[in-house]
């Protein structure tokens, strides 16, 4: 099953507060994790990537967190800004063997606004 | 900035007519993609290439198909366009697998 689960929807946080998107698979082949941000008019731009190695990652504000027993993995946007009101898709792939590897499964992404 | 070009931006096209979404990319990425996204909606991978001459469909069926006879040029054509296939239409390219997507910005097709 390539399907990947994104919650919730649509996210409001105010300025300064912890932004939490939350995403789940089946597929316990996929072994590559990234989010993507997409602003309107856009398209998605990597955000953060996270491999099943790791049970965390962080870059600046952004904090992906990994649960492999679970097969769930969240983003954590720590002291929200008005700027980061955007579209977020979480999404996994499978690196190698069979026909599947390589290709991106979305969720269904999370509309992210962050008021002043 | 990602250096893929989408074009056009928007067009807005009557049913029946045959459309070409170009896709360009100067990265020297061999893996490509063409992704359809309805407005607020995830992303459904239509079309892939590994490299000149290699093309596959994707996971969601599309009645569209694609070429790669470079290595920079991915166009998606649409053979007699029709309402159902109003969407965006999102190219990417990747430099290996498992490595970052570039996306462009889209081509937002309207078929009335």
């Known amino acids: 099953q390539q399907q990947v689960k994104q919650s919730p929807q649509s996210l409001i946080v105010q300025k300064g507060g912890i932004s939490i998107i939350n995403c789940a698979y089946e597929?316990?082949?996929?072994?590559?994790f990234p989010w993507y941000q997409q602003f309107p008019g856009k398209g998605p731009a990597l955000l953060i990537a996270?491999?099943?190695?790791?049970s965390e990652k962080k870059e600046g504000r952004f904090t992906i967190s990994f649960n492999k027993s679970a097969k769930q993995f969240s983003l954590h946007i720590m002291d929200s800004q008005p700027g980061d009101s955007a579209t977020y898709f979480c999404?996994?792939?499978?690196?190698?063997?069979?026909?599947?590897?390589?290709?991106?499964?979305f969720g269904q992404g999370t509309i992210l606004t962050v008021h002043p | 900035e990602a250096d893929i070009y989408q074009t056009p931006r928007y067009l807005v096209i009557g049913t029946g007519k045959k459309i070409t979404l170009e896709c360009s990319q100067t990265?020297?990425?061999?893996?490509m993609y063409w992704y359809q996204q309805d407005p607020g909606m995830e992303l459904h991978l239509i079309h892939y290439?590994?490299?000149?001459?290699?093309?596959e469909k994707g996971d969601l069926s599309s009645e569209s198909t694609v070429s790669r006879i470079r290595t920079e040029h991915f166009p998606l054509t649409l053979e007699s366009a029709r309402p159902s296939h109003t969407s965006q239409y999102l190219c990417?390219?990747?430099?290996?697998?498992?490595?970052?997507?570039?996306f462009g910005q889209g081509t937002r097709l309207t078929v009335v």
């Open positions: 597929n316990t082949a996929f072994d590559y």
């Open positions: 990417a390219s990747s430099i290996g697998w498992n490595t970052e997507a570039f």
């Open positions: 999404a996994a792939s499978i690196s190698t063997g069979g026909t599947s590897y390589g290709k991106l499964t």
């Open positions: 290439s590994y490299g000149v001459n290699s093309t």
């Open positions: 996270i491999r099943p190695d790791v």
């Open positions: 990265m020297g990425h061999d893996k």
